[in-house]
């Protein structure tokens, strides 16, 4: 089956505007994550869903940005304001499932979509 | 707040030797780290997470939680293997990552 996808694989932006990320995980896994990796870094932690809610949005860098998954399959992430510190390869993975207990849960990662703002 | 931290942003290692990329966390509970690698022009995939204790692409990892590292290892290096490698620390449910290293591999 496809992995995880994510749409578009590059945007090019100019600052101030607003963007939308999408992110299609592996079908029937029901954690989704969101990582930010900017130049020389590892990804960063930004939102986890359980489902259709989040569970955990304390990455998020701030109120500027909010991601939503309303059927519990496709999330999307959304920077309204856009600024050029917000360039970076936006990262989205998903799992079979999410809690705790589930050690053995591997996140399975998508290609990223790289957002520049100018 | 959990860290992990890789001391080394570039390795460049013979073909045939060994090598070792190094990783330290700090994390108060108790840690499942993992080491994640991405090849040239592909997506971020994970290589091995210490619960498995596997050998994955003669790759072995061991955690020490006195020296709180978990290094990764390989007795004899390939050319395939050069690649971005990055250690992570899962702690409810989100992982947080070192910095990398990128590995070359020189034939």
């Known amino acids: 089956g496809a992995g995880v996808s994510q749409t578009p694989s590059n945007k090019v932006t100019e600052k101030g505007k607003y963007v939308e990320l999408r992110c299609d995980p592996i079908?029937?896994?029901?954690?989704l994550y969101w990582y930010r990796q900017s130049l020389g870094q590892g990804p960063e932690f930004l939102i986890y869903?359980?489902?259709?809610?989040?569970?955990?949005d304390s990455g998020l860098p701030n109120d500027r940005f909010f991601a939503v998954r309303p059927e519990g399959s496709v999330s999307t992430l959304k920077i309204q304001r856009t600024e050029r510190g917000d360039s970076a390869v936006y990262l989205c993975?998903?799992?079979?499932?999410?809690?705790?207990?589930?050690?053995?849960?591997?996140?399975?990662f998508g290609p990223g979509t790289r957002l520049t703002v100018l | 707040a959990q860290r992990v931290t890789q001391p080394e942003k570039l390795l460049s290692v013979f073909k045939g030797a060994p090598v070792e990329l190094k990783c330290n966390y700090s994390?108060?509970?108790?840690?499942?780290l993992f080491w994640y690698v991405q090849y040239s022009r592909q997506r971020l995939q994970l290589l091995l997470r210490?619960?498995s204790r596997e050998s994955i692409k003669g790759f072995t990892a061991d955690l020490n939680k006195g020296e709180t590292s978990f290094h990764l290892k390989k007795p004899f290096a390939q050319e395939e293997d050069s690649a971005m490698y990055y250690c992570?620390?899962?702690?409810?449910?989100?992982?947080?990552f070192g910095t990398g290293t990128r590995l070359t591999i020189i034939p």
């Open positions: 993975a998903s799992s079979l499932k999410g809690g705790a207990r589930s050690s053995y849960n591997e996140q399975f």
């Open positions: 079908s029937g896994h029901t954690a």
């Open positions: 869903f359980q489902g259709t809610g989040a569970a955990d």
């Open positions: 994390y108060s509970g108790s840690p499942e």
């Open positions: 210490h619960i």
């Open positions: 992570a620390l899962r702690a409810n449910e989100k992982l947080t």
